[in-house]
């Protein structure tokens, strides 16, 4: 199982953004995804969170501002990122907790990450 971010890049504070991140391989199911951010010098964080069922959770910082949304056909998460700011400048990760074919078990799978830059 793979997955493959997209998305990323430069843009001015005020700006959008959307970012991709695609599970390929025997995937049987899979269940929450998510993404995570690190700034330089500081650790991963939670950015946002969806499970299989569609609720979501979202970081204080980027309420109101980002929505993830999945396609399940695809297994493909999304987050859209609105109203960009210098601070949301990171790298993004991308993960998924997947079954894969003829597992019976939920593993924690990460993308390569791809980088934001908010310009002020």
């Known amino acids: 199982v793979q997955l493959q971010a997209s998305g990323g890049g430069l843009v001015q504070a005020g700006g959008s953004l959307r970012l991709s991140c695609a599970a390929s391989g025997s995937i049987f199911s899979t269940n929450a995804m998510g993404w995570y951010r690190q700034a330089p010098g500081k650790q991963r964080e939670l950015v946002a969170i969806i499970i299989s069922g569609g609720s979501t959770n979202y970081a204080d910082s980027v309420k109101g501002r980002f929505t993830i949304s999945r396609d399940n056909a695809k297994n493909t998460v999304y987050l859209q990122m609105n109203s960009l700011k210098p601070e949301d400048t990171a790298v993004y990760y991308c993960?998924?907790?997947?079954?894969?074919?003829?597992?019976?078990?939920?593993?924690?799978?990460w993308g390569q990450g791809t980088q934001v830059t908010v310009s002020s």
């Open positions: 993960n998924a907790d997947v079954q894969a074919a003829r597992s019976t078990a939920f593993y924690r799978y």
